[in-house]
């Protein structure tokens, strides 16, 4: 999906008191916020590649319904993208301060595979619920189900807790372990729940806690673990919870 972000607009309708068309330099004059954030599609496997951490840039969706005049019998907003995606947002998330109009990814303008020219950003919510590539948002006063939802989809879409390993690998020069010693990795999602523990176990050994790098980058990424293994020769199974 390749949009002109020259020409595009985000067009503004229904319960608002301002309604207007909005273009990329409208949303950019609001204050901007960045945040770290882990998003993982719904249907990621365990291990799987559907699922990244990148600082995204945008703004404050509340702030710019509170200036289009939100009104109070407004219930949720229904979101239209060029690709024919749609979805609905509950109030709640739409009030939420970490909710967000996303133009800007890692420091550059959003790449066209995650949505430019905008997307959004719910907190707390798999990527089904988040449309990429939007062209109109719509006040309205009732409940409205969106795409994936229609078919059959969960329709909170929250992050289940989940926990890779990553990598196995012996460090090449011994200078950050010891003699014998292997580092595990990997990463452990659980959306804005957090974690306060990972375990590892190795065959039919104990669990044993690993390290977690802390902080983690933000509340609302994935958090880093680590397990240094005194490594026994042969074929091992490692486990993660």
């Given amino acids: ?23 990329l330099a409208d949303l950019m004059a609001y204050p901007a916020i960045t ?32 200036d289009l005049g939100l009104r109070p019998e407004a219930r949720e907003l229904s979101i239209q993208a060029a690709d024919g995606f749609y979805e609905s947002v509950t109030m709640d ?29 719910i907190p707390n919510r798999y990527g089904m619920k988040q449309p990429k590539w939007i062209t109109s948002i719509v006040a309205i006063d009732q409940e409205r189900r969106g795409y994936w939802v229609d ?17 196995v690998v012996p460090e090449p020069d011994h200078s950050e372990t010891p003699a014998g010693i292997i580092p ?3 990463i452990a999602y659980a959306g804005e729940k957090g974690l306060s523990r ?23 990424t994935w958090v880093q673990w680590r397990y240094d293994w005194p490594a026994v020769t042969g074929r091992h199974v490692f486990r993660v919870r």
């Fill in 151 to 167: 078919r059959g989809w969960d329709a909170r879409a929250v992050p289940r807790t989940t926990s890779v390993v990553d990598p």
């Fill in 93 to 121: 998330d739409l009030m939420d301060p970490r909710t967000m109009l996303v133009y800007g990814m890692n420091g550059v303008t959003l790449p066209v595979a995650h949505g430019f020219p905008l997307r959004i950003y």
């Fill in 1 to 23: 999906m390749v949009i002109d972000g020259r020409s595009w607009a985000l067009d503004v309708a229904g319960l608002f008191d301002k309604p207007r068309r909005l273009t």
């Fill in 198 to 220: 990972v375990e590892v176990k190795v065959d039919d050994g104990p669990w044993t806690e690993a390290r977690l790098r802390r902080p983690p980058v933000s509340p609302l």
């Fill in 35 to 66: 945040q770290p954030i882990t998003l993982s599609c719904i249907s990621n496997p365990v291990g799987g590649d559907l699922i990244s951490t990148s600082n995204w840039t945008g703004a404050r969706l509340r702030d710019v319904l509170v």
């Fill in 184 to 186: 595990v990795g990997g």
